[in-house]
């Protein structure tokens, strides 16, 4: 450990015992009512003989789930939110004294349209755990986003069902971008399937297809842009070298917009930062992982090379 930690570790050291006698506290009160809910559908089930029935059994078992999980909700709210307003704001301050931490705030609605990146409306949009401000000369926000659509469905009896399916779920950034640009360039990933395709053919009435130079970058991502010249100002070799690097360290799908004179940056992740675990003790591994998930999240301004200033503002 760094000396710099070590004393972070020193600092938050009541807090997270402070936090620890909460958690077993609240990790108690969720084994005792989902045992007594779980003793309660069975002595209901064998007292009852008419619940036996198919469809009352299927109805007992998602009452019982969906008791546990407002329970769930209900007990662990508290915990959560001081978790991440004594703990998680505090290793973002640790990490950047320009940066601000709001558990409950994201990048905005606004934002997540006005990239273009993704042109279906959504039916359904959350987003949480919004870090804002500065790095370096760059600056940022980002916050973790979902967002989803729904469609029905109907069964041979006539009854509906809704299914939710992804859109994005991820981290989406809103940067600073040291060039500037008047345009619209997507820079896309490039699965090749259907759906895929079929977003191109919405955009093209919008930007045209750019075809660069880099056969590596080309191979991960697709660019269209309203300005060809433009986008090929923006994507510099430095830049797409840069790009194709990133993409290969996260391994996961990569989105960009330079749009309405923001740089848009989605990475696809199921993955949900900076949340507690109810059932296991904070140790201070835990501390370490949640720093490195943060260090994460900084690192695009560095791994991206945003903080070099030589076109002016």
């Known amino acids: 450990m760094t000396g710099g ?5 020193r600092q938050l050291e009541p807090v997270i015992g402070d936090l620890e006698r909460e958690r077993r506290e609240v990790a108690a009160r969720l084994v005792v009512f989902g045992a007594v809910t779980v003793l309660a559908a069975v002595l209901l089930v064998a007292l009852v003989p008419a619940v036996r029935d198919p469809g009352l059994l299927g109805f007992v078992a998602f009452a019982g789930i969906a008791a546990l999980g407002v329970a769930h909700g209900a007990l662990t709210r508290r915990y959560r939110a001081r978790f991440k307003n004594e703990l998680v704001r505090r290793l973002v301050q640790h990490l950047g004294p320009g940066l601000e931490y709001r558990p409950e705030a994201g990048v905005g609605y ?3 349209r006005s990239s273009q990146l993704f042109p279906r409306e959504p039916d359904r949009y959350k987003e949480e755990d919004l ?3 500065r790095v370096g000369q760059t600056r ?3 916050s973790e986003v979902h967002s989803e659509y729904k469609t029905e469905s109907t ?3 006539g009854r509906r069902t809704t299914h939710w399916h992804t859109i994005f779920r991820g981290l989406f950034f ?4 040291p060039k500037p640009f008047r345009g619209t360039t997507l820079v896309l990933p490039d699965n090749g399937d259907g759906a895929f395709l079929n977003f191109l053919e919405r955009f093209s009435s919008r930007g045209q297809l750019v075809k660069l130079e880099d056969p590596e970058f080309e191979r991960y991502f697709v660019t269209y842009a309203s300005d060809q010249v433009e986008a090929r100002y923006l ?3 430095s830049l797409m070298q840069r790009l194709v690097n990133f993409r290969k360290a996260f391994k996961r799908p990569l989105y960009l917009a330079f749009s309405g004179g923001n740089f848009y940056l989605a990475l696809s992740t199921p993955k949900n930062f900076f949340e507690p675990r109810i059932f296991q003790p904070l140790r201070l591994e835990d ?3 949640y720093l490195t998930d943060l260090r994460f999240v900084l690192s695009v301004i560095d791994e991206l090379n945003l903080n070099t200033r030589i076109w002016g503002t």
């Open 110 to 112: 606004g934002s997540y």
């Open 287 to 289: 501390l370490v992982d």
């Open 174 to 177: 809103v940067l600073d971008f």
């Open 5 to 9: 930690f070590t004393e972070l570790y």
């Open 235 to 237: 994507l510099s070799t």
């Open 140 to 142: 940022l926000k980002v």
């Open 131 to 133: 870090i804002a401000g």
């Open 155 to 157: 069964d041979s009896k």
